[in-house]
């Protein structure tokens, strides 16, 4: 019985493991607003009644080491989440980005942070 319980935790926890993604905080395609300052809106963001996919901002970290940092428009306008018609699914992207650790990558005044995000959809 002990055995059986250890490999079904073993098995929970290597099944909550995920990936780690890092990419470099771009003034241009992440929006913030005053009213939300927590929250990074994507300029490919659809947005108004259908629901608007965005990152919510959690802890801020000095000490990773990242083995590469992306370019998030990118690698956003290259999925299969991005149609033809330059419009971003944001329900799906929302769910694909919740299997990763996300961390947006800032420079300021020499300093670099790592700033932790979630994925998050909302309809207003």
Same mark, same amino acid.
């Given at each position: 019985?002990?055995?059986?319980?250890?490999?079904?935790?073993?098995?929970?926890?290597?099944?909550?493991?995920?990936?780690?993604?890092?990419?470099?905080?771009?003034?241009?395609?992440? @929006?913030?607003?005053? #009213?939300?300052?927590?929250?990074?809106?994507? #300029?490919?963001?659809?947005?108004?009644?259908?629901?608007? !996919?965005?990152?919510?901002?959690?802890?801020?970290?000095?000490?990773?080491?990242? @083995?590469?940092?992306?370019?998030? @428009?990118k690698y956003v306008r290259s999925s299969v989440f991005y149609d033809k018609t330059k419009k971003l699914n944001d329900e799906k992207i929302a769910d694909f980005f919740?299997?990763?650790?996300?961390?947006?990558?800032?420079?300021?005044?020499?300093?670099?942070?790592?700033?932790?995000?979630?994925?998050? !959809?909302?309809?207003?």
């Amino acid at each position: 019985m002990f055995y059986f319980i250890f490999l079904f935790n073993t098995t929970l926890k290597a099944q909550e493991k995920k990936d780690t993604l890092f990419f470099k905080y771009d003034n241009k395609y992440i @929006k913030t607003f005053a #009213e939300m300052p927590n929250h990074f809106y994507l #300029e490919d963001s659809s947005g108004g009644s259908h629901g608007t !996919f965005f990152f919510g901002k959690g802890d801020v970290k000095s000490n990773l080491n990242p @083995k590469s940092i992306l370019s998030l @428009k990118k690698y956003v306008r290259s999925s299969v989440f991005y149609d033809k018609t330059k419009k971003l699914n944001d329900e799906k992207i929302a769910d694909f980005f919740s299997n990763y650790f996300v961390f947006f990558v800032k420079t300021i005044d020499k300093k670099v942070e790592y700033i932790q995000v979630k994925s998050s !959809f909302e309809i207003e």
